[in-house]
Nanobody, 127 residues
Framework: QVQLVESGGGLVQPGGSLRLSCVVSGLRLDDYTIAWFRQAPGKEREGVACISFDVDDKHYEPSTKGRFTITRDKGKRTASLQMNSLEPEDTAVYFC????????????????????WGQGTQVTVSE
């Protein structure tokens, strides 16, 4: 059974930091890319960053490049998202998702193409 479990969300002031984690079970992760998405109220789900789990290649969407860092820990079967300099516009439910891809360049693809999703973790950036 495949499971993706996110954690690390919470309430933080503007300019603060949070670290999200996504623990994956039930998959041979070397054959997958793990992506982080977010969805704010009333908006479509959007990609944030992704990582090719085997070769550690990374991709960032323009809205978060330079502030967010995606990493992975093979031993812990975890992909993490370090979020710095958070802004109120970053408020959203954050999801991790997996897509089967041979090891190589990390590429964000259409939301509908991802195989498995976590339940999401709320991030709120407010005074």
């Amino acid at each position: 059974q495949v499971q993706l479990v996110e954690s690390g969300g919470g309430l933080v002031q503007p300019g603060g930091s949070l670290r999200l984690s996504c623990v994956v079970s039930g998959l041979r992760l070397d054959d997958y890319t793990i992506a982080w998405f977010r969805q704010a109220p009333g908006k479509e789900r959007e990609g944030v960053a992704c990582i090719s789990f085997d070769v550690d290649d990374k991709h960032y969407e323009p809205s978060t490049k330079g502030r967010f860092t995606i990493t992975r820990d093979k031993g812990k079967r975890t992909a993490s998202l370090q979020m710095n300099s958070l802004e109120p516009e970053d408020t959203a439910v954050y999801f991790c998702a997996t897509i089967y891809r041979p090891p190589g360049e990390a590429v964000m693809v259409e939301t509908s193409d991802y195989d498995y999703w976590g339940q999401g973790t709320q991030v709120t950036v407010s005074e």
